[in-house]
């Protein structure tokens, strides 16, 4: 059944959408009704303009992972030479990674381990492209190794490979994008800093790989795999994310974590590991998450955020040093729009634009407010209203943003 309408013919049956599955810089051809738009747009499957802007970065650059040209730590964001469509990033114990709007893929930084991907081992303090491919889009690095899932769903990895984290079925090393498996069905990523990875498919479910201590990977065990194994089977894991410790949510909203609790990451009120999924609470509002290396951050649909877990340089922002073990909401904004861990800091972005930042600053100046200074409560960094995107970024000293 289809009827006129001003512009076309609406069909009942909807087309489908082409490009990127989580929405951003795919289309949409064909016409469709307002209703089944607006139940993509809720999934977060209708298409959207790539984000594109500049690139900054700053604190921890011994190996140049800042991107500067330079191994010199900066107190306060730079801007990553004077490109415009840097769309995706991530951030790795000393490695960063990106993709531009074109989907070419760059990475600079520690190189030891091939986790540049570059097919040698030396360490770049600049972007240099991997390959010459233009369809890399979601990237995630973690502790010396890399992974990427491209626009036709294939899912890459490369670097250290000591516990199996790169998912290829063996413990070798590669210092070029090799291909895990031959699915087209990758969704999206997390690599953490505790040498494992969880990633989602397009069908909803929930796969995980490398190491397993605490029972990071959700199998019920703390056995290493070397090749995706599914969680459960379920179908309905919407995010995820990932330090030493693991955190997901699902369609309905809630929030699911287990793996290492000694620090009260899992935020279950306790200190002790969960090898399965266990429920966080019993709350159908989560909305985003993020994970530093033992804390975790959450912003609800409300627009408030929690933190719980490690919390010894004040990177829960509650004005205290204190340990959670279970969700607290930071202050009582409700403005709060995209978050990320590092190893001992946060980040986050308001529905304004504005950038903030608390936790550990000694030394190398990760929050970017032009000092070493500690911060337990969030602190405005500048007076931009433009910032667009942070990366996963679990193990880093430093710091980077996308603004437009």
Not at 62 to 68: A, V
Not at 93 to 115: E, I, M, V
Not at 213 to 238: K, N
């Amino acid at each position: 059944m289809s009827q006129k309408y001003p512009g076309g013919i609406i069909s009942k049956t909807a087309p489908v959408t082409v490009g990127p599955v989580d929405g951003e810089g795919g289309s949409a051809p064909g016409i469709w009704t307002l209703t089944q738009a607006l139940e993509l747009n809720k999934q977060s499957l209708w298409p959207k303009p790539p984000v594109q802007g500049e690139l900054y970065s700053w604190g921890y650059n011994q190996y140049g992972q800042l991107g500067l040209g330079n191994r010199v730590s900066r107190s306060s964001p730079v801007q990553v030479g004077a490109l415009t469509t840097w769309s995706r990033i991530a951030g790795g114990s000393q490695h960063t990674l990106a993709t531009k709007t074109d989907g070419t893929l760059w990475s600079w930084g520690y190189n030891l381990n091939g986790q540049l991907g570059l097919g040698g081992a030396v360490n770049i303090s600049s972007p240099v492209q991997v390959g010459a491919l233009t369809n890399w889009y979601q990237v995630a690095a973690g502790n010396r190794f890399s992974t990427s899932i491209k626009t036709d769903g294939t899912l890459w990895s490369w670097g250290q490979n000591n516990q199996g984290q790169l998912g290829l079925g063996d413990a070798l090393y590669r210092n070029s994008p090799a291909q895990v498996g031959a699915l087209t069905t990758w969704y999206k990523i997390a690599s953490a800093s505790g040498g494992f990875n969880l990633a989602i498919k397009t069908d909803g479910t929930l796969w995980s790989w490398g190491a397993n201590y605490g029972g990071a990977l959700g199998l019920g065990d703390v056995v290493y795999r070397s090749s995706p194994v599914q969680i459960g089977a379920l179908t309905t894991w919407y995010q995820v994310a990932c330090g030493d410790f693991s955190l997901a949510t699902k369609t309905d909203g809630t929030l699911w974590s287990w793996g290492n609790n000694s620090k009260g990451s899992l935020g279950l009120n306790d200190v002790a590991n969960r090898s399965s999924p266990v429920q966080v609470g019993a709350l159908t509002a989560w909305s985003t998450i993020a994970a530093g290396r033992y804390h975790a951050i959450a912003i609800k649909t409300d627009g408030t955020m929690w933190t719980w877990g490690f919390n010894p340089n004040g990177q829960l922002g509650h004005n205290n040093t204190t340990y959670l073990s279970s969700p607290v909401q930071v202050g009582a904004l409700t403005a709060w729009y995209q978050v990320a861990g590092g190893r001992n800091h946060t980040l986050a972005i308001k529905t304004d634009g504005t950038l903030w930042s608390w936790g550990r600053n000694a030394t190398y100046g990760a929050l970017g407010l032009g000092d070493a200074v500690n911060r337990s409560s969030p602190v405005q960094v500048g007076a931009l209203t433009t910032w667009l995107r942070l990366p996963k970024m679990p193990l880093s000293l430093s710091s980077l943003a996308i603004k437009s």
